[in-house]
């Protein structure tokens, strides 16, 4: 373990936004209400400022004013040590979903989310991460999907959607409008998403494609903090972008890997795109509102709910756009309290769900999410990210609770007025 590198991440990693943070926190103890770890478990150490101790001992002892001459007579924390990172990594990797929640309630504004990021990359500096994440990075590099899908895989699972649905979905094709990129979740485990897509596509003439080089949406990097990772996955796409000329890249649901490629893409790459990033239920929203879907007049009567991804809508801004959709193919919607951008998480994003370690915890954590549901009894859980999907349904199980979980392209599809 190379501690010193960690350090002077820490500090590499302290700008104005992050010092403002450590000297505004008035420790009043909100965003361990909003904490679905602390709610769940009552464990103090799940309070979300303090993953951010870490990075504010640094702070106070080489980056704070005055920090020098304090430094020299004793009244600035311990230097970080082995036994700290290693007393910390399991708080940043396993009981943070980056979620942001905590952010929301904070009256001083403190996004302790981007400072768990920025912790992150001290642990990637000082080769502390959980064997998950570095497996699934190892995975994407070498296969280009971190749960080792190759393009011969993709194409036979995208062929039997073709099939089914009697539309043809082409790879590889130059100056279509679209590039569609996917999560290895939903590749995996939610494959119709390729039935319903070509279906929703056809009604509303969009010209749209795959690459072969680029359908992987999961960004390993940003979950575990690695840059040099991150920037890898968004050159792919970039580059195969490029190379097939499209007017846009439709990002899946998925939730980070929306805010990987649009917001923080850019920078990682040092450079604007040539294209425009959208996300799948932007362009659906709009697909809808032009009259280019039309929708069965005989809606869904289940009584309906959404659970909010995160990413996609606390972090994302993507609010109305599901809500309108569900509007369109259901009768029987309703809204779970706290909904929208206050939702409480699935428990298993931010590289969560790719920690074994962390099962039980993100377990338990779901009770959080349960008590939403118990509330409003509904008949079925539609979600708009493949990951949430999953997380939702591994707890559904372990809770022995019967409840379909939906994603929300299917859903539209399978109401479509064909």
């Known amino acids: 373990m190379n501690v010193q590198s960690a350090v002077d991440s820490l500090i590499a990693n302290v700008d ?58 004793g009244l600035v924390p311990a230097e970080i040590t082995e036994d700290t990172l290693k007393e910390w990594e399991t ?46 990075a190892k995975r994407v590099l070498e296969t280009g999907s971190p749960l080792g899908i190759k393009p011969e895989t993709l194409r036979k699972i995208v062929a039997e959607q073709a099939e089914e649905v009697g539309i043809p979905i082409e790879f590889d094709k130059v100056g279509a409008d679209y590039m569609v990129i996917l999560s290895a979740m939903e590749m995996l485990n939610f494959y119709e998403i390729f039935g319903a897509l070509a279906r929703i596509f056809k009604q509303a003439g969009v010209s749209w494609t795959i690459s072969t080089e680029a359908y992987e949406a999961t960004n390993v990097g940003i979950q575990m903090g690695d840059k040099g990772v991150a920037r890898t996955l968004v050159q792919r796409i970039v580059d195969a972008a490029e190379k097939l000329q499209v007017k846009y890249v439709v990002s899946p ?32 929203d709009q697909l809808l509102r032009e009259g280019r879907i039309k929708t069965k007049s005989e809606k869904d009567h289940r009584r309906i709910t959404f659970h909010d991804p995160c990413q996609i809508v606390r972090r994302g801004g993507i609010v109305q756009e599901p809500r309108r959709l569900l509007d369109a193919v259901s009768d029987n919607f309703i809204e779970m309290e706290n909904c929208g951008t206050a939702n409480v998480c699935c428990g298993g994003g931010g590289g969560v769900s790719s920690n074994p370690r962390a099962e039980e915890l993100r377990i338990t954590a779901f009770a959080a999410k349960k008590r939403q549901l118990d509330d409003v009894k509904p008949e079925a859980l539609v979600t708009a990210c493949g990951n949430c999907r999953n997380v939702l349904e591994e707890a559904i199980d372990e809770y022995e609770m019967t409840l379909p979980v939906l994603g929300l392209s299917e859903l539209v599809a399978q109401y479509l007025d064909d």
């Open 16 to 73: 104005a936004s992050s010092a403002s943070y450590f000297d505004a926190c008035v420790h009043c103890g909100q965003c361990a209400e909003a904490c679905h770890f602390y709610e769940t478990t009552g464990d103090v150490r799940y309070t979300p400022t303090w993953k951010m101790e870490p990075m504010r001992r640094v702070y106070k002892r080489h980056v704070a004013p005055f920090s020098g001459l304090k430094r020299a007579i």
């Open 91 to 136: 708080l940043i990797y396993d009981s943070c979903t980056l979620c942001g929640r905590c952010t929301i309630v904070c009256p001083m504004g403190i996004d302790i989310a981007g400072v768990v990021r920025k912790t992150r990359e001290a642990y990637v500096a000082a080769g502390l991460v959980p064997d998950g994440l570095t497996g699934a």
């Open 253 to 284: 649901e998925c939730g980070h890997a929306y805010s990987a490629l649009n917001w923080e893409g850019p920078n990682l790459v040092g450079k604007s795109y040539e294209f425009k990033v959208i996300h799948i239920l932007e362009l659906l």
